[in-house]
């Protein structure tokens, strides 16, 4: 499948699954949704305003050079699994979506720092990603600021590696704390007695363990991990304080 230079409008569905395709300098407006089951597909120098939802993308698909905005939610990511080949969305304008610019419907980190959310401000750019901040059972999105021109990186914000931010010392509150027994196990305290999210994860992004928890410690069995390096993290599920640290498992 190929198409190029063409216009689709008010569609409840615009494009389904076009296969390893090439969607080329189209426009997408006032549809339900734009483009939907993108599996090992190009997209490439399009815009998308006025969706309901503008492109739904599985594994192997690339999205590059558009323009993805004014829509309801710009660009979801998923269903896709651990093993297969996330989606490339890159250089691309996520911009203005009205409930999210980019919804991460997978348990995998992604990485989104070549794309503009044209927003100056990290806390505004969060709000309009969801992941794992918003539904534990979910990944990371990493992202960057741009300045107004979205042609310049001011600053990357890497949710889920060690590099350019010192994970084992990020918290939000001093009464958190996750660390490794003598007796094998993880130990995880925040006192309190709050309902949390609880999740380790590898570095990766791949989600090993989730619970929700009650009062102020649990502890996770880890006998069946590889030894090695773990994100655990938390979320009070009345106030929405959250906190992440890295661990070793051995």
């Known amino acids: 499948m190929s198409v190029r230079r063409s216009i689709f409008e008010y569609n409840n569905l615009a494009i389904s699954n076009p296969g390893n395709g090439t969607i080329d300098s189209c426009l997408f407006n006032s549809n339900q949704e734009g483009i939907t089951g993108a599996v090992q597909a190009v997209v490439i ?5 006025d969706n309901q939802s503008a492109l739904r ?4 698909s ?4 558009c323009n993805i905005s004014d829509n309801q939610t710009g660009v979801i ?31 995998l980190n992604l990485f989104l720092a070549t794309n503009c959310f044209c927003l100056s401000d990290s806390v505004q750019v969060e709000a309009k990603l969801y992941d794992g901040y918003d539904d534990i059972t979910k990944g990371l999105i990493s992202y960057a600021i741009f300045d107004t021109s979205c042609l310049t990186v ?48 590898s570095l990766l992004g791949h989600v090993v363990y989730q619970n929700v928890s009650e009062g102020d410690q649990h502890e996770i ?14 979320r009070d599920r009345a106030s929405g304080e959250r906190g992440r640290k890295k661990v070793w498992v051995h």
Not at 57 to 60: C, D, E, I, M, N
Not at 78 to 85: A, L, S
Request: contains cysteine.
């Open 45 to 49: 120098n399009s815009a998308f305003r």
């Open 154 to 201: 001011l600053r990357v914000i890497n949710e889920f590696t060690t590099s350019g931010v010192d994970l084992a010392n990020y918290t939000r509150e001093d009464d958190w704390s996750c660390s490794f027994l003598p007796r094998g196990g993880l130990r995880v305290i925040w006192g309190k007695g709050r309902s949390v999210d609880l999740q380790l994860s």
């Open 57 to 60: 993308l599985g594994f192997g």
């Open 221 to 234: 069995e880890t006998t069946l991990l590889t030894q090695g390096w773990y994100l655990c993290s938390w």
């Open 77 to 107: 990511l998923g269903p896709f699994t651990f093993g297969q080949p996330v989606p490339l969305v890159e250089n691309n304008r996520i911009c203005n979506n009205a409930l999210f610019n980019v919804d991460n419907q997978t348990d």
């Open 62 to 65: 690339i999205v590059r050079d």
